[in-house]
């Protein structure tokens, strides 16, 4: 860990919160394992990045945010889209293309957005989120809100300049921002090894006068506590924070990938580091959570992907009358 952030602890979560966070993991979970089943089927139009594996970063961060917070996502944006609160089922008609959609199938998957939940957008552009926060951050510090702004994006772009010129203006203006570094290794097919300079982004905190945190992006309970911190710190006029979360995809850079650069790292992931199987081992041996209990959640939530994806197939397309609808703000 470079900097240093308070020593606040993180408030233990009850039974509800922890259901709610198992709750927000597995329908991320189920929501991209199903995408990848039906854009197999040819159905799907357009790019699909999928986020299996890394929902404990979103989940464990957006557990912090309200209605005063907002987020940037990146071009692999669904389980940040759910963290945050996105309609699952106008998410998936979105990424069908369809007018029911979330931006009314206009933007797909690379491009959800729903503004009135804070959530900025997923980006196709590498390194577009974090100046957003920026902005989102500033009118939050000027208005008194007492809202914080979060950046996610990837490794490859933490070697933009977008991404570095916004730690550094966050940083001069104190915003309460934070910055969300996911490293699952890979910049498309570039090892991060290979491409980052310094072996934990994180380190590179310390070059604009922020805390750098490193966490197990495996661990629902690192992450959150990680988080926790930040936004807390964020809060309270402490300024921006930089939090690299460590772990692996378990798709391809892009559905149709296929990931002759990778050896048995995902099998690996699945079996022994999967975050949704340590959250269920964490929660039942400590007595908080039973198996039926997750068994639970986990049916309701396959019955829920399952509604989202029949109602997505049998909604309408957008017409030609609404071409060039949805293309300028009107104010």
């Given at each position: ?120 957008g997923a980006n ?14 500033l009118a939050a ?69 922020m805390p750098g ?119």
């Open positions: 860990m470079t900097g240093t952030l308070p020593t606040t602890v993180t408030q233990e979560l009850g039974p509800d919160a922890l259901l709610t966070a198992y709750r927000t993991m597995r329908t991320v979970r189920e929501f991209e394992e199903r995408v990848h089943k039906e854009f197999a089927g040819g159905d799907i139009p357009g790019f699909v990045h999928l986020y299996a594996g890394e929902e404990a970063s979103a989940a464990g961060v957006c557990m912090h945010l309200d209605d005063r917070d907002a987020i940037a996502s990146t071009h692999r944006g669904h389980g940040h889209c759910i963290a945050k609160g996105v309609d699952v089922g106008g998410m998936m008609a979105e990424i069908y293309g369809k007018a029911t959609g979330s931006c009314k199938g206009k933007g797909g998957s690379m491009h959800i957005a729903d503004l009135s939940k804070g959530m900025l196709g552009i590498v390194g577009g989120g974090p100046p957003l926060i920026c902005g989102r951050a510090k000027q208005q008194g809100s007492g809202g914080v702004a979060v950046a996610f994006f990837g490794d490859g772009a933490s070697n933009q300049g977008t991404t570095l010129e916004s730690l550094n203006l966050a940083s001069i203006w104190n915003l309460p921002a934070i910055f969300v570094a996911e490293n699952n290794g890979y910049a498309e097919t570039t090892s991060s090894t290979w491409s980052v300079a310094t072996d934990d982004i994180a380190d590179r905190a310390a070059a604009f006068g945190v490193i966490v197990d992006g495996f661990d629902f309970f690192a992450v959150h506590e990680a988080a926790g911190e930040a936004v807390a710190r964020a809060r309270e006029g402490g300024g921006p924070t930089l939090i690299e979360v460590k772990f692996t995809r378990y798709f391809g850079h892009f559905e149709g990938d296929q990931q002759l650069y990778r050896g048995d790292e995902v099998a690996h992931a699945r079996e022994n580091l999967d975050c949704l199987k340590r959250f269920r081992t964490r929660v039942t041996e400590a007595g908080q959570l039973t198996n039926e209990q997750l068994d639970g959640v986990d049916t309701e939530v396959a019955e829920f992907i399952d509604q989202a994806v029949t109602e997505a197939k049998a909604a309408p397309k957008p017409g030609p009358d609404q071409l060039l609808t949805d293309v300028y703000v009107a104010y």
